[in-house]
């Protein structure tokens, strides 16, 4: 058995403490206001989960070497959590060398029961602009999984429907999003697959699916498009001709919405 030094306790770490220990904090890599934020809002929602087995760890020398960001959060939030605190732990370790885990990775393992299309990436894109669209802060895990949980009767309507393969430079977050407000807004599901198929597949039926192959055209010509409000906007926008069974060629960026955000 290996002789060590290093000690384990569960203890209550509350904003002053956090504050001490961040004090010996000159060996991390550089800190992420991003996920600072994001576990701000777990904490001050008390959705924290105390019991992960996760540590902050010093060093020999009194030196903090993993936790940072958790001790951070806590100083900012104004909030004491029960932590596991590891004390002595190698001066010559390396920290932090393992592949993050994704927020889909998170869902994953904190609700295996989900659907698949409820833990992939593309569905954490459309959840996080679902939830913050107005200001984009940091959205957690935890937060996609309770908004999943109180509208997962809605959300089923759409998601469940909607195939879920991927094609390259079509399936992507902005699409499903654009299709998803529309659905919300009224159009029906039906319409909004025999949409979706012509986009993945290229195959019309007749001038009345002009404006989604040049929509699929522009998807094709151009990288990924991210979810902003004119490519939004455009998907909508192609939507809303096909609809209406207009010929058009082309695919445009209206100034507003045709189909608004959704209310939850």
Known sequence: MTNTKM??????ITPEIASDLLENNDVNRKISHGAVTAYMSDMLAGNWDENTGA????????????????????????????????????????????R???????????????????????????ARVLIAHTDRRPVTAKEIIDFTDKNKDTLD??????????????????????????????????????????LCTGMGNGPEDYPIIAYRNYLKDNSAPPTTLPEI???QYSLKKYLTKSCTKRTIAPKDLIFQWPEF
Request: charge should be negative; glycine fraction near 6%.
């Open 7 to 12: 000690t384990m306790n569960y203890e209550l």
């Open 157 to 198: 309507g759409f998601f469940l429907n909607i195939p879920q393969g991927t094609v390259p430079k079509i399936s992507l977050a902005v699409v499903h999003l654009a299709l998803f407000m529309a659905y919300m807004a009224g159009v029906q599901i039906e319409d909004i697959m025999q949409f979706y198929e012509v």
């Open 233 to 235: 906007g455009r998907c």
């Open 100 to 126: 993050k885990r994704s927020t889909s990775d998170q869902i994953t393992i904190m609700r295996s029961d989900f659907e698949p299309v409820y833990r992939n990436t593309r569905y954490v894109s459309i």
């Open 55 to 98: 540590s902050i760890s010093l060093d020999e020398s009194g030196r903090l070497r993993d936790g940072q960001h958790r001790l951070t959060a806590i100083v900012n939030a104004g909030v004491s959590l029960h932590m596991w605190v590891c004390r002595c732990v190698s001066e010559d370790g390396i920290y932090d060398n393992n």
